[in-house]
């Protein structure tokens, strides 16, 4: 029997210097087998990255390396390895890319330099030989016109053209291996589909192996041949794809199904794993995951569980597995609207304009607008949650903060709340009215002052808007705002560092209550979180709802959470609105051409059920130079000539969108076809 | 709870401010003596106070404090900010002026002395006092040139005529000197240890008491070397310090340690009285630019648009003249002034002080668009951060996301850079000195000194005490300044903590 492409056999790979080691990877096994995909899921701070970095011989320095067992590559073991003797293999038989396209090609290197460095070093090519690979692998990797890329810089490119030259670079050296780590996880769904699929393409075509580390069980599900599931430091959950996603024996993965949120979860409010993933830096005794663990027992404590093999295709490190039957979430459940008739608007946004100057030169001229929101209608009715969905740079967060009226210089239109409109009033009046409509920000790191108090930073509404004018009533409210949002009151006296990302989520909602808004703007509240965490903030949000009866602006990109907690939907591309509706409504009978590729676009849970896919070709135009007639013309499948001209008017009434595909149609009443 | 908490950190910088009070104003009324403001004495201590209330502050915010802690913890900061506060000890007590009493004058009003004092000076008397002719080499019994002298039995003859203080005391330095001297280091040794070891008695019995724990237990981490802070090393950092005042003490009267100048003054007492000088340099020509710096600087990057503008057109131009012509410009017509209004000084002190006060102005004014530059950067990174979109969404007044929002978020660079320019200013008054727009003539300063040696250098034997007197206390102060700011900038440069 050959050996196994790659194999880990209990692999620890230690960070050491500090006072106690970073046990980063403490006993991690696992085979991969030519030709296949396994992936590595699990949440931030689990190891997963540094279990490739391991297998890379790329540890941090200082104080990474591997103390124990080994990594077999076609059963020689690379721990004995030199770095001299690395070197060859890395690029050449492994090749790795990275999460972050951006930052890891050079800047000051053309892309043909940067691809040719790698066949010059491994395939010892040279002249008008390595140049035609180059175009070759660009090609290879669909992009576009590969003579005139060649001498482009990486900032010329967009982030999933750059993450496909990092592709062709991997693939340079004809690698048995490619180590993708986090691939997709900067990109949006319709770039994340076209990367994902050019792996498979790629892998049918060469045969490689591919490692894929992810955090998102959907990119799992499509990709994988075999899912392994850490925690801590540890495999916890080695299974087969159908197996795994059918019957998860571990309760760690079985609660990570749970806590995704979907249309069907509606109704209830989502399972939360409680605590938080324990430090690596400390003596573990018993199963790590025991603390956080429902069905954990006395064992659990005592004694670290071993490995035990449950079949052929699935292993599982605990005490007491069982093999559990997790319902895989869907966008849509066919169910119709049960409209609960128009409660009063609370909201109405019209005409809204957001250009910004682009301008040159000395003197500062105007040469052109950046077209960020052009002519955009929303409505938000009391109580309800509207739902802003679309891809980065198509003017999701710039409608918010146009809202909140923090771009008044650059904004023109309508935004009237409750009947006043926000854009007449000026100064004080202005000032004062800003305690309605609040805003909680995607990155929970930077939107506190590192230099203030918890209790500070959750008065400073108050103070601004001398709300109450006694220090022990502020005092009294910051209690009661905390113990609102689910923390204790012993932690106002602390600094924003010692929490973690989920608690300080927490205390920039309890910041946002403490005017007592009727708006909340979320701008992506939880795309910055990991899905045990994701669930406890939509919980609170959720609820917070039910007992204030506030209304929210909810900008996403993540549809599943669409799914879960929004009323109604709007999708907006490259500044517009191009669909609105009920939330059941758009989730199972999309209208518009651009709606319904970002739904098939989403992975699917369930491996068998990943259906017909859209894919959108290229990429989001800019808004500077936006395309003529409709914006989407030019990805658009279904494209007809009058598109290239006119922008579409409104098609529908409750769920309208903008599409001349609906406006042929009698009455303009848009069913799909 | 918050008010007492504020009540707590403010008690301390008062009583340090009393003492100050008492120390200026008291003490020359009880000793009869005629004290003397000079302006950059006033800035000093405002400046001092400054600090006072900052370090009590920082003590009560356990945010602040931490990298402070960081910075400590270094053993070559800790020695380095021991060093810094003897040197700044030293200004201090060069800082506090008066005029002395005449003696043996009739009754009626006092009489004051044209001569101003300060504290250093009645310290340093015995030394200072014993004026020579002229040169004369560290540690030397006779001058350094020849004389004609008469013999008694008429005629003359070309000798090194002995010093008039320098080794006064032995009856025939040629074999007595060097036992003397090893004499005297062997008994300041004894006398530095002996003092040293009460004073690190004293400090534990004083720590013990205060955190009521037992003697030994203070003490023994101490000595070991185990404490968080590295006790040890600043202990060890005030043993050098103590024994080399022991030193000057024992040899400096008898002697002249670093020998003496052209007119017989002696060099190391004029290396002491530069310290001063490079001090206020150091520290007055921050205060002057910090405000500019900080406020133009804040400005620019938070309202952006014309204001931008206009800050941007000013640094730019003032960045763009040569700063050593504006330096020279400036401090000629301010020397003209002082020549054409002699009647606005009583001293001459004051006159050589108003130009250094000029100096540290231009020398601030020149000197704020690299911070200023700097702050408007960092505060047009952070005026689109979240918080602050989260204040003004929140209706906060410009001013307070200002000062609560910005401000406090920008002073590491402000500290980084102030503790940074410190020793850059240091050197640049001794070089504008020795070009000659530097401070005034009469002042002691570094610069003044190498200028005065540099003639000297070309002559047979060399005379080179004085530029190495000069030379090795600017390297201490400035190598200590730097060890210091090095700590200072690893501690707080969030780029370099990230790992």
Known sequence: MTPPLLQLDDLKAWIEGGSHPVRAVDGVSFTIQKGETYALLGESGCGKSMTALAIMGLLPAPGGRVVDGHIYLDGEDMTRYSEVTMRNIRGNRIAMIFQEPMTSLNPVLTVGDQIGEVLRRHKKLSGNQRQSRILELLDSVGIPDPVNRVREYPHQLSGGMKQRVMIAMALAGEPELLIADEPTTALDVTIQLQVLSLLQDLQEKTGMAILLITHDLGVAAQMADRIGVMYAGQMVEDAGRHLFFNQPAHPYSQKLFRALPDINKRSETLEIISGTVPSLSQDFSGCRFAPRCEQKQDLCITQEPVWRELSDLQGVKCHYPQQKTVSVGTLSNGATTNNTGTDGLLLEVSNLRVHFPVQRGVFRRTVGYVHAVDDLDLSLKKGKTLALVGESGCGKTTVGKGILQLLREYTSGDISFEGQSLDQLKGEQLRKRRSDIQIIFQDPYSSMNPRMRISDIVEEGMLAQDLYPSPDERADRVDELLEQVGLTTDMKCRYPHEFSGGQRQRICIARALALNPKLLVCDEPTSALDVSVQAQILNLLKQLQDSLGLSYLFITHNLSVVAYLAHDVAVMYLGRIVEQGPVEDVLNQPMHPYTRALLSAVPKLDPDRQGEVIRLEGDIPSPINAPSGCHFHPRCPEVMARCRQQYPGMTGDEHYTRCFLYEQQTGGQGIKT | ?499
Not at chain 2, 293 to 311: H, K, P, T
Not at chain 2, 315 to 331: D, K, M
Not at chain 2, 373 to 387: I, P, Q, T
Not at chain 2, 404 to 432: K, Y
């Open chain 2, 1 to 499: 709870m918050a008010r007492g908490l504020a009540n707590n950190w403010i008690m301390m910088p008062l009583a340090s401010l009393g003492t100050i009070f008492i120390l200026l104003y008291v003490v020359p009324i009880v000793f009869a003596l005629q004290s003397l403001y000079l302006w950059t004495d006033i800035f000093i201590f405002i400046l001092m106070a400054m600090v006072f209330f900052l370090v009590s502050y920082i003590r009560s915010k356990e945010h602040l404090l931490r990298p402070w802690k960081a910075v400590f913890r270094r053993k070559m900061a800790m020695a380095s900010a021991v060093l810094l506060s003897a040197f700044i000890l030293v200004g201090m007590l060069d800082s506090i002026h008066f005029r002395l009493p005449l003696s043996g004058q009739a009754a009626g009003p006092v009489q004051y002395s044209v001569e101003v004092s300060s504290l250093l000076d009645v310290i340093t008397r015995d030394i200072h006092v014993n004026v020579e002719k002229t040169y004369s080499a560290p540690f030397a019994t006779h001058l350094f040139s020849k004389e004609s002298i008469d013999l008694p039995g008429g005629g003359s003859r070309r000798v090194y005529p002995r010093l008039k203080y320098g080794g006064a005391h032995l009856a025939d330095p040629e074999t007595e000197k060097q036992d003397d001297i090893l004499f005297k280091l062997f008994s300041s040794f004894w006398q530095g240890v002996v003092i040293w070891g009460v004073l690190v008695a004293l400090f534990m019995l004083v720590y013990s008491f205060r955190k009521g724990r037992k003697f030994s237990d203070i003490a023994l981490p101490i000595l070991k070397g185990q404490t968080s802070l590295p006790l040890r090393t600043a202990g060890l950092t005030v043993l050098v310090i103590v024994l080399m005042i022991m030193f000057v003490i024992n040899a400096g009267t008898a002697y002249h340690v670093f020998g003496t100048d052209k007119v017989g003054q002696d060099v190391l007492y004029q290396s002491l009285k530069s310290i001063r000088t490079g001090l206020v340099i150091g520290t007055l020509t921050t205060m002057v630019m910090l405000p500019f710096a900080l406020m133009m600087g804040v400005a620019a990057g938070y309202y952006q648009g014309w204001v931008d503008d206009v800050i941007q057109y000013i640094y730019t131009t003032l960045s763009s003249i040569p700063s050593v012509l504006l330096i020279a410009a400036a401090i000629l017509s301010i020397q003209v002034y002082i020549s054409n209004h002699q009647e606005l000084f009583g001293t001459s002190i004051e006159r050589a002080d108003l130009r250094l006060l000029a100096l540290c102005f231009i020398l601030g004014i020149t000197s704020w668009t690299s911070l200023c530059r700097l702050l408007r950067g960092e505060a047009f990174k952070l005026r689109e951060l979240e918080y602050i979109q989260a204040a003004k969404s929140f209706g906060v007044r410009h001013v307070k996301i200002i000062s609560r929002h910005i401000v406090p978020n920008i002073m590491h660079i402000v500290l980084i850079v102030v503790v940074l320019d410190f020793s850059g200013l240091v050197l640049a008054e001794a070089v504008l000195s020795y070009v000659g727009v530097g401070v005034d003539p009469s002042t002691d300063s570094w610069g003044n000194m190498i200028n005065g040696a540099r003639l000297e250098m070309a002559r047979e034997p060399m005379v080179w005490w004085s530029l190495m007197a000069a030379f090795s206390f600017m390297f201490i102060l400035v190598l200590a300044a730097n060890l210091f700011s090095d700590a200072v900038r690893d501690a707080f440069d969030p780029h370099q903590s990230s790992a």
